[in-house]
């Protein structure tokens, strides 16, 4: 069975970072491409990151750029997303989704979700 | 404003058809697949459409969607009142390097 889990969320202040970490499972994660996805409270999907099964492609929405960096670990089955200079407009919850095309938006599994609060 | 054009809402009674327009431009829809996702309250998105009109397995064949130039559309028949839910379509964007979201359709069941 897929298992996608979301770990790392939290409040935190503005101009703060924090890491999300994903740990997955049940399929061959060093295999399939990654993506962070987020829904802002009571708004709709917004792509965030991209990442290639080998990590050498990475993409990022406008929005993130300079900010956030999206990395894995093979070995350990695991996707990350480093947020930094965070902004208010980045409380979400921040989902990642496993990729099943190539640059696509085909998200066949989806984690349950971290919820990141930036505030003072 | 999202780059993908959706209805904010929809509505209709069970048992009837409804459909959920979803239209993009040359750079996402025009070239690239659409995928549809639904989600309920409280909930993760789940895949309803891959690659403009195909189901995963264990979506009801009660869900359709179509693709024509730069705009798509997710079908519903046969309405029940477990689909009442935010549906999302999307779709990579050349252009922008990344994947677009539609601004989601809530759809209401009468």
């Known amino acids: 069975e897929v298992q996608l889990v979301e770990s790392g969320g939290g409040l935190v202040q503005p101009g703060g970072s924090l890491r999300l970490s994903c740990a997955a499972s049940?399929?061959?994660?060093?295999?399939?491409?990654m993506n962070w996805v987020r829904q802002a409270p009571g708004k709709g999907l917004e792509w965030v990151s991209y990442i290639s099964s080998s990590g050498s492609t990475i993409y990022y929405a406008d929005s993130v750029k300079g900010r956030f960096t999206i990395s894995r670990d093979n070995s350990k089955n695991s996707l990350y997303l480093q947020m930094n200079s965070l902004r208010a407009e980045d409380t979400a919850v921040y989902y990642c989704a496993k990729d099943n095309g190539f640059r696509s938006g085909w998200y066949d599994y989806w984690g349950q979700g971290a919820l990141v609060t930036v505030s003072s | 404003q999202s780059v993908l054009t959706q209805p904010p809402s929809a509505s209709g009674t069970p048992g009837q058809r409804v459909t959920i327009s979803c239209s993009g431009s040359s750079s996402n829809i025009g070239s690239n697949y659409v995928y549809w996702y639904q989600q309920l309250p409280g909930t993760a998105p789940k895949l309803l459409i891959y690659r403009n009109n195909q189901r995963p397995s264990g979506v009801p064949d009660r869900f359709s969607g179509s693709k024509s130039a730069a705009s798509a559309s997710l079908a519903i028949s046969g309405l029940r009142s477990e689909d009442e839910a935010d549906y999302y379509c999307a779709a990579w964007d050349d252009s922008l390097s990344g994947v677009v979201f539609g601004g989601g359709t809530k759809l209401t069941v009468l």
């Open positions: 049940g399929f061959t994660f060093s295999s399939y491409e």
